[in-house]
Each structure stands twice: as C-alpha cells, then as structure tokens.
C-alpha cells in the first residue's frame, strides 16, 4: 500500500516555456498543481528529490508548498526523449477518502512452469487501472504466474486478492500474462521480386495496349 | 521478404530532412527492453529484414522480438552507366524515418543479458548509433 511521501516545493512566479527551461538547467523540476475548485498553481520541486520519488512509484504524495501541505496525486510524469530527465510534474489535489482513478503497474511474481518447459511469456497488460481510496493507492499489483503452464493465460477476471478497496476498471476478460509456444522462425528471406511496387491509391491500370 | 507498404498514394517522394527529436515512438511500449535510436537516419527495409533475422537468430525461443519501425518512404535510383537528365530516377527501395530517440526493436520474453547481446547484434547492422533501453516503470 502507498504511503503518502513528503516532498516539498516553491511556488513559481514566473511561468513559460524559457523560464521553464532555465530552471530545469538549475536542476529544478517545474510542476503544477490543480483540482478541487481552488487555483491551479505553478511550483518547482528539486529534482534530486523528484526523481526518487518517481522512480519509487508512489502515487500520494504530501506536498509542502510554502509551509501548508496538501495531499496530492502525482498524476503525471513528462521525461525527455531519451528518458533521462524529469521535464514537468502534474499534481492533483485530493482527499483522503475520495476515491480516484489511477494506472498501477502490474509485477509478475514467481517462474511460470511453461517458461522452464520452453515457452514464452507475452504480457500485453503492464498496468491496471484502477478505482480505489486515494489513501489506499497500491504500489503494484502482484500476479502470480508460478501455475502458468504454455497455453494458458492470466486475465482480469482472475485477479482475487486485491486490497478490499481496490477495484479494476480493465475489462474482465483482458489479457495480463500469457505463455505461448515459440513460433517456428523462418530465417531465410525471400528475395523481393523484381519490379514489385504497392497499388497506388487513385490511379487507373492501362487498358493494355491500343 | 522485406517490408514495403501495400498501397500507397504517390509513387515518389521528396527526400526530406531530418529535424529534431523522436516526441513519439520514443518509449518501449510492448516489450520489457528496446532498441533506441541515437542518431537520425533512413533504415532500409533490408536492414530491417537482417536485423530481424539476427534478432531471432539469438533470441530463438527466449523471447519475442517487436519491430516498431516500418519503411514507408520510397527511396529512388538512377541505373547505373546512364547520363544525368531525363527526370527522376525510379523507386528503387523503401525506408524508415528514424529521429533520435526513436524504439526501433523491443524484446519481451528475455532476460536483460540475453536482450543486451541481442541487441548488440542487432545494432552492426543499423546505420544509427543504438543504445539499449528498459521499460519505464508505471508505463
């Protein structure tokens, strides 16, 4: 279950995308703040402390604005192009007891016997999302796999020991994890025949001849 | 056989530059491990093909590889031994667009050190420096 983690952040005056940029070169995460009918604001968090935070996964954070906290959820993460830095942060206010929707990873546990016995693993689902008390927001969600034999599959439905609060929003008969036998590969390539170009849209085929 | 697309609108296309960086298709989306561009360049659909058959060759019931790059621009050429002049020469291959940032290859299925030296298989044959990405936690 995620505790709620301190971090603490400034109010900005200056909004933009130049003055944005000039604090993430000073190592300072721009950020905003919105929801529950009061003003949006414009913050800055440290990026030493932003980035453990994202990285731990926590969703609920108590955020300390110029010495009044509030409980937010970090509703949104902007990366750079290549991942390695944090670009902006978006924080929702909530309350304890309301209950909101979020995404929460999905972590596989355990070997699955078809893997042993040859096969692959697919997992088309990676996250869940979910309905629950904003104070009862799940890390992860841990699926167990140690009965995955090749062939069978792990769907929503077959989700049973959440946290009471929890509830998915994913379709019941969703796929999470699934163990399938490897394909034969064909590793030889036909050559491409000669001269073979796709059909283009709107044109006319000759006739033929005369 | 190499990728081409089926339809197309016009035969023929400009050569275009390369700006910036990849704003999407710049995170591993299926798999657990990606192939990400460093570089931007054109990937012919045979490179995709060999990189594919590379991939597969290593990873060969491991895993499941994932091609998230498709060459959908025609690339012209002139015959060979012919003078300069008389207009455009014909379509001759396809290529992808690639724009640094850009996940050409993802891996599922695979352990981190046989998906690195996949990979690094995979990455001889690419015109573009590569480097080797994980799935962002929470994506």
Redesign the interface.
């Known amino acids: 279950m995620s505790t709620a983690t301190k971090l603490t952040a400034n109010q900005r005056s200056k909004s933009g995308s130049r003055n944005a940029h000039r604090l993430r070169l000073e190592g300072i995460v721009p950020a905003n703040v919105y929801g529950h009918g009061k003003d949006p604001l414009q913050i800055s968090v440290p990026a030493e402390t932003a980035r453990p935070l994202?990285?731990s996964?926590h969703k609920v954070v108590d955020l300390e604005i110029d010495g009044a906290t509030e409980k937010v959820l970090l509703r949104e993460?902007q990366?750079d192009?290549?991942?390695n830095h944090l670009l902006h942060l978006d924080f929702m206010r909530i309350d304890a007891e309301q209950r909101i929707l979020v995404?929460v990873?999905i972590h596989l546990r355990g070997t699955a016997p078809g893997?042993v016995a040859?096969g692959?693993?697919?997992?088309p689902l990676?996250?869940l999302h979910v309905d629950c008390l904003a104070i009862e927001v799940p890390d992860e969600i841990a699926v167990r796999i140690n009965s995955l034999d090749i062939g069978q599959s792990i769907h929503v439905r077959d989700l049973t020991d959440l946290p009471p609060s929890v509830v998915i929003k994913n379709p019941a008969d969703a796929v999470i994890v699934h163990c399938v036998k490897?394909s034969a590969?064909e590793?030889v390539?036909?050559?491409?025949p000669g001269g073979v170009?796709?059909?283009?849209?709107?044109k006319k085929k000759d006739d033929g001849e005369g | 056989?190499?990728l081409?697309?089926?339809?197309?609108?016009?035969?023929k296309s400009q050569r275009g530059r390369i700006k910036g960086?990849?704003?999407r298709g710049?995170?591993v989306a299926f798999g657990e491990f990606g192939l990400?561009s460093?570089q931007a360049g054109h990937i012919r659909a045979t490179t995709i093909?060999a990189c594919r058959?590379a991939a597969?060759?290593y990873i060969?019931?491991?895993?499941?590889l994932y091609i998230r790059i498709f060459p959908d621009k025609p690339k012209t050429a002139r015959p060979l031994e012919t003078r300069m002049g008389t207009g455009k020469g014909e379509?001759d291959h396809w290529v992808a667009v690639v724009k640094?940032?850009t996940v050409m290859f993802e891996i599922?299925?695979a352990s981190r050190d046989a998906a690195r030296e996949c990979f690094n298989r995979v990455a001889h044959k690419l015109p573009v420096g590569c480097r080797l990405?994980e799935?962002?936690?929470?994506?």
């Open positions: 994202v990285a996964g993460v990366w192009t290549f991942g995404d990873p893997i040859g692959i693993l697919e997992q990676h996250a490897p590969v590793d390539a036909a050559p491409t170009e796709p059909e283009v849209i709107g | 056989m190499a081409m697309p089926k339809r197309v609108k016009h035969r960086n990849a704003t710049n995170t990400q460093t093909e058959i597969n060759q060969r019931g491991e895993g499941k379509p640094p940032g599922a299925g990405v799935r962002r936690p929470g994506t």
